[in-house]
């Protein structure tokens, strides 16, 4: 008999084939993208207004249909299986309401007669999921609980496997990734919230910027003035690069593991060291406007300021929960961090702008705790209601960072920094003006543990396969379009194509590839403004 671990993460699908007997894992399958167009969850959200929540479902549910194939096991020895994700994810796979999740503030959701959503623990049969056809009906579908409608099962699964909830020092736990969800644990009472990062953090919406694979930069270090860049293989190891000079772009000692692009740790450390060596000392301001990191991969000013905004915003929340709960920044004992960038990152290079409260007297770095708590769940290691009665208790205690002045305040702060070089000094006197703390002169060492190298440690005997197979293509009509094909060259992901067909000129966007509406750069550059990505279809399911 067998069970499946899933995660739906904002950035791709993880699932995990499971012996319900020995309670090994059998096999991983992963997608590098997820199946919606968009970098983040506002952009999935926005597509399933647009195009019709039952699209946005029908597209998520053939693409786990297709990886759980993969396991080749027949559906009706598959038991059980367990679902973990923020709660847009959620409820898109469940097909429940989302409009609540669309629409800020109480009147128009009562005019939309969506007041109450709740998205507590769920149990489905199979059939209820993934339809009749597909051979589940025996299988129990867990559906993980929500805290608020913003903090997903994710952000359960961090608190529960780290050891985050033990702590009686005040502590910090954080899931990066585009909507970094977030609690402090002061006492016994915990405070959540979640800051919408951005595509950045996770290296897309920056020029050179790519998920993790195969020819991604995904480090960079400092070798006698020079940097030496990590690249990723084809195995997804950690591979020695170039060594280059980051000004001129000069190749000091060529490697055979040729950058495509870079990745959101790649991009983390790069402005670190940038940072560290001198070489911004004014944010956004790069030496001639840019730094070099291999052929055709380099780093510009406009992408400092998008990482700038990503760290910003993460740095913002924290010292929001941080003034709201009443604790000083030196008081942080602990900080852990889960997520394939949590993982991932140096938490030193983090530390230094930002991503980490400098403060924190010890870092714990840790991997995907969703898709772990998603595997404990299969294989009966917690119990769900005390899964559930964790949830509830948590809810209380959550602030809405959009309409809260503490964080719009701290975040203002970050944004002349990052993208108007605010001067340390001049960040203070204005958190002065607010009557908000000033930030300390860091003056005592601190504790990195990685507790986890990997974001997933165990893979299963049969290992890891890639899903790739995403194929759904979404279009609309192109009226006025002239042919010049000045979108197709503009996309950063070469996800659009224009089409003629049936009379009429269509943009076609590969669902998978396109980055939503965080991006829209084809709909900037069309000259005679033949596009909007309003009107959104899909021709492939």
Not at 5 to 27: C, H, N, P, W, Y
Not at 146 to 155: C, F, K, L, R
Request: hydrophobic share 40%; with cysteine; net charge negative.
């Amino acid at each position: 008999m067998y069970g499946i671990a899933i995660d739906l993460g904002t950035s791709g699908f993880r699932l995990q084939l499971l012996d319900l007997q020995t309670k090994e894992v059998i096999k991983t399958v992963m997608t590098m993208r997820h199946p919606l167009p968009g970098g983040n969850v506002i952009d999935h959200l926005e597509f399933a207004v647009r195009a019709g929540q039952e699209v946005a479902n029908h597209i998520m549910v053939r693409t786990l249909k297709d990886m759980i194939d993969m396991f080749n096991v027949p559906p009706q020895l598959i038991k059980r299986m367990a679902v973990c994700g923020n709660p847009i994810q959620l409820s898109l796979f469940q097909n429940i309401e989302i409009r609540d999740l669309a629409y800020a503030g109480k009147n128009m959701q009562k005019r939309l007669g969506i007041e109450t959503v709740k998205r507590d623990l769920k149990v489905y049969d199979g059939n209820a999921i993934f339809g009749d056809s597909f051979g589940l009906k025996d299988c129990d579908i867990i559906v993980l609980p929500s805290i608020e409608h913003e903090i997903g099962a994710d952000a359960l699964a961090m608190m529960i496997k780290t050891d985050f909830l033990k702590q009686s020092g005040a502590s910090l736990v954080t899931d990066y990734g585009t909507n970094a969800e977030m609690a402090l644990k002061v006492g016994d009472r915990i405070i959540t919230c979640s800051a919408a990062a951005g595509p950045a953090i996770e290296g897309q919406g920056i020029k050179c910027g790519m998920l993790a694979s195969p020819g991604a930069i995904s480090d960079v270090n400092e070798e006698n003035g020079l940097w030496r860049l990590t690249v990723l293989d084809e195995n997804m190891a950690e591979s020695k690069g170039h060594l280059i000079d980051p000004v001129t772009g000069e190749i000091h000692e060529e490697s055979k593991m040729k950058p495509r692009g870079i990745t959101g740790t790649g991009v983390i450390s790069a402005i670190s060291l940038a940072v560290d060596m001198g070489l911004i000392r004014t944010p956004p301001k790069l030496p001639n406007g840019k730094l070099f990191l291999g052929e055709g991969v380099i780093l510009s000013e406009t992408d400092v300021e998008e990482a700038g905004k990503a760290i910003g915003a993460i740095r913002a929340a924290h010292l929001t929960l941080l003034v709201e709960a009443g604790v000083k920044y030196e008081d942080l004992e602990n900080m852990y961090m889960s997520g394939a960038s949590g993982a991932y990152v140096d938490a030193n290079k983090a530390r230094k702008i930002g991503l980490i409260p400098m403060l924190s007297h010890k870092i714990v770095q840790f991997g995907n705790t969703s898709l772990a708590l998603a595997r404990d769940v299969v294989l009966e290691n917690f119990k769900l209601e005390e899964i559930a009665m964790l949830a509830d208790k948590i809810k209380a205690d959550h602030i809405m960072l959009a309409s809260n002045e503490t964080f719009i305040q701290f975040y203002t702060c970050e944004l002349a920094y990052w993208t108007e070089g605010m001067p340390e000094e001049m960040y203070n006197s204005v958190l002065e003006s607010y009557n908000l703390p000033r930030i300390p002169k860091v003056d005592f060492e601190h504790i990195v543990e990685r507790r986890e190298k990997k974001d997933i440690v165990d893979t299963g005997y049969k290992g890891m396969e890639i899903f790739r197979a995403l194929d759904t293509v979404i279009e609309e009509k192109a009226i006025g379009c002239i042919g010049c094909h000045k979108c197709e060259q503009e996309c950063p992901e070469r996800a659009i194509r224009t089409v003629y067909k049936n009379g009429n000129m269509y943009a076609d966007y590969t669902a998978h590839l396109c980055l939503g509406m965080s991006c829209k750069r084809c709909v900037g550059i069309c000259p005679v403004k033949a596009i909007s990505y309003r009107e959104l279809l899909p021709v492939s399911l």
